[in-house]
């Protein structure tokens, strides 16, 4: 299985503040990568696929980057609503399988 | 605006068989772009990707689950199963119903997600 690990764990952001998150896989999988934003209590959304492509809808102060084993999830300019966990997703080969998360916490 | 329900029951005795059912509205389950999948999240082991089904009835399961899963989707009804047998403790967890896309793979629309308690 390929693992997808993630960092930091957590993170302490200010509103307007630029958030960076990373995701590493344990072997290379292109550009076959997800983001996912999750609030308490409800299923995640999906922000962005093929590691830099916006799902519609989403803002664009999220933007994503990577290929082959090192991706990156970017917040421009971090907003209340975007307090929440991050998950990405690895879309190479089967199981799939995700990151264990990313905090994204208020100062 | 696709929609996704999961039901079935919230409480599974150890050793038996939990089953979900996942109710798919606006859209069709016979959508030949998508996969339905099934996902569930838990404090120990995070996002688990449990298996995909297409319309068809075509199957992939995560081999970590595959001696116990089984999924079955009826078109006529526009709603996919789940079933897991012999249950433990460790499978205790939000179990989510999500639609995944054939070319990217990436779970686009998810059901709300229903808590499963393994009893023993």
């Known amino acids: 299985d390929i693992q997808m690990t993630q960092s930091p764990s957590s993170v302490s952001a200010s509103v307007g503040d630029r958030v960076t998150i990373s995701c590493r896989a344990s072997q290379g999988i292109s550009t076959y990568l997800g983001w996912y934003q999750q609030k308490p209590g409800r299923a995640p959304k999906l922000l962005i696929y093929?590691?830099?492509r916006l799902q519609g809808g989403v803002p664009s102060r999220f933007s994503g980057s990577g290929s082959g084993t090192d991706f990156t999830l970017t917040i421009s300019s971090l907003q209340p609503e975007d307090f929440a966990t991050y998950y990405c997703q690895q879309a190479n080969n089967f199981p799939l399988t995700f990151g264990g998360g990313t905090k994204v916490e208020i100062k | 605006q696709l929609h996704l329900q999961e039901s079935g029951p919230i409480l599974v005795m150890s050793s038996e068989t939990l089953s979900l059912t996942c109710t798919v509205s606006?859209?069709?389950?016979?959508?030949?772009?998508?996969?339905w999948v099934w996902i569930r999240q838990s404090p120990g082991k995070g996002l688990e990707w449990i298996g995909d089904i297409y319309y068809s009835g075509d199957t992939y399961y995560n081999p970590s689950l595959k001696s116990r899963v089984s999924m079955s989707v009826d078109t006529s009804k526009n709603h996919f199963s789940l079933r897991l047998s012999s249950v433990a403790a460790a499978d205790t967890a939000v179990y989510f119903c999500a639609r995944r896309t054939l070319d990217y793979f990436v779970f686009d629309f998810w059901g709300q997600g229903t808590r499963v308690t393994v009893s023993s």
């Open positions: 606006g859209g069709s389950i016979k959508d030949y772009h998508y996969f």
């Open positions: 093929a590691a830099s």
